[in-house]
């Protein structure tokens, strides 16, 4: 194994990342193990290898900028790629990385890198102001992945903020209950027919298809690694997107607000309110 490693620059880990990435695909069509002592393996290992020391420098380096919490979540990304020993789990734990990359210490330098086209945004940055605290980030991921051409990370975060989403809806509803299973909230599959079913949400028909689309392309960047997600893709789906994180966001205030108002009511009045909400029935 080799002794001397790449140092920490700006551009080193992405690079890394790359390798990592494209020795997986050709393993994977070639039909070849990462474990084991053969080419494959031995080129995989050696570059996540040096993808960790590379990425524990950053890490370091975020903890000595005050943003532990950043530099945490980093090195979860590392340990992930460090125990893969699927494809599946090891293209989801370099996709994971790669946001956490460009979410944090890699932004700046890549809207140094390219220039004006990395000040282009996916989502209106007003919106951000409207999305609960612990979203924001995934907001800003969102951001910096399509700002950095990182569009198979981007879809990935897209997916996980429409399903955050939806369960802050049923959250906000005190409906929580009706979207787990022993425990653990359903597969996105099931959250996204809830949601366009019409049972809690009301959302365009536009909406309905742009979260199906979500679905399905945030599946393929996260679990297929022969995908590789393009500019086009994110750019057919944007406005889209926009409109229906809007109706979103409303039809979660909205729930709310019916949730606290029912609180505070007396109980002939949240009768009522339940009777109106169920067209009548008693």
């Given at each position: ?5 790449p ?17 997986l695909?050709?393993?994977q ?9 053969g ?8 570059t ?48 994971e ?25 996916f ?13 924001k ?12 051409r990182?569009?198979?990370?981007a ?6 903020l429409?399903?955050?989403l ?9 409906k ?48 297929n ?30 729930l ?27």
């Amino acid at each position: 194994m080799r002794t001397e490693r790449p140092k920490a620059t700006g551009e080193t880990l992405p690079r890394l990342l790359d390798s990592a990435a494209s020795c997986l695909r050709r393993a994977q069509k070639n039909r070849h193990s990462l474990n084991g002592s053969g080419y494959y393996a031995k080129t995989y290992m050696n570059t996540t290898v040096d993808l960790r020391c590379v990425g524990e420098s950053v890490a370091q380096e975020l903890d000595r900028s005050s943003r532990s919490d950043q530099a945490t979540r980093f090195r979860l990304a590392l340990q992930k790629i460090a125990t893969s020993t699927s494809f599946k789990d090891a293209a989801s734990a370099l996709t994971e990385l790669r946001a956490a990359w460009y979410a944090t210490a890699g932004l700046q330098l890549a809207s140094r890198r390219l220039g004006r086209a990395a000040a282009t945004i996916f989502l209106p940055p007003e919106l951000r102001a409207h999305v609960p605290g612990y979203l924001k980030p995934t907001f800003d991921q969102i951001q910096g992945c399509y700002a950095s051409r990182y569009y198979d990370a981007a879809l990935v975060m897209i997916r996980r903020l429409f399903e955050s989403l939806i369960i802050e809806g049923y959250v906000a509803a005190g409906k929580d209950s009706e979207i787990k299973s022993n425990g653990e909230y359903v597969p996105f599959t099931e959250l996204v027919g809830r949601a366009t079913s019409g049972e809690l949400f009301q959302l365009a028909r536009d909406g309905k298809r742009a979260l199906r689309t979500v679905k399905s392309l945030g599946d393929n960047a996260a679990h297929n690694p022969h995908f590789s997600g393009q500019a086009s893709d994110l750019d057919r789906l944007r406005n889209e997107v926009r409109v229906l994180m809007g109706d979103l966001l409303s039809n979660i205030a909205t729930l709310q607000r019916r949730t606290t108002a029912s609180a505070q009511a007396g109980p002939d009045v949240r009768h009522a309110m339940l009777t109106a909400e169920h067209g009548g029935a008693p």
